[in-house]
């Protein structure tokens, strides 16, 4: 069992976290095992006499949802820096313009010295386009800054996990696959759903409906019953459902954005004609 833990349970994200140590003093604390030993740091570095880590249970930021863990070493003491304010904003450096992403703030978790957020990257960098995280923390009322570029890349198993489109409503939206581990089952499922306000703030989009149709497109294109479409999660701020899986393989899980009129967004139904919604996920096991 990892030794990190955050407030996600049954795939539900909000701000609510494991509370921090009885110490707030933003003072350096000194500690002999990394709480996130068990994580994979993606990147490491240094600005302001500090050094960034950055950590995830996924092998390199990726397309998609992205649970990220850091923490700020003091370079001088060794030590890691506990109780700070952090902040954090992901640009996308384009040829022709940047842009942010949906991400959420950043919190404490049960270690003062570990931090985590989200972040759902919408597409991965290449030689001429890339990815920057710009982390902002205070310490003892002084502020600092650190800057770096990062990899994004596509998914490992190469299946689309998040869709950035344009709705009937001229409103671009993002909508993010939350990670699950499926199984021949009926399996909860989950997702996020933003618009993009401008090109650096990406709010989330409350009270719709996502509908679901999952199918295997080489099995006949067969559904399967039991699902439920999902439906915004106050509590949680994500959208919840159930998605039924009889049998291990490829499937493409169709959909439709169904805004609070009844209007639907984005998606087609399935058909005999139709075999494919132009908003889908895909899940492979």
Known sequence: MKIIKILFTAL???TTFFSCSDNDNDDPIVISENPLEDYNMLTSFTANNHSVEIYSEQQQFTVGYNELFFRIKDDASDSYISNAE???KPVMHMTSMMHSCPNSTVSKTNDASVYTGY???QMPGNADEYWEMTIEYTIEGQTYN????????????GKKTVNV???SDDTRYVLAMMPMNPEVAVNDFAAMLFKMENMMSFPAVENYKVHIDPRMPGMGNHSSPNNKDLFFNTSSG??????SLTMTGYWKINLKLENESGEILKGE???EENESSSLFFEIEF
């Open 165 to 167: 489109f344009m709705g």
């Open 86 to 88: 952090v902040s954090w």
């Open 119 to 121: 972040t759902v990257f």
């Open 146 to 157: 650190a800057t770096e570029r990062i990899e994004v890349r596509t998914p490992l198993d």
């Open 12 to 14: 539900i994200l909000s």
């Open 269 to 271: 139904d399935i058909t």
């Open 238 to 243: 994500i959208y919840m459902g159930k998605l």
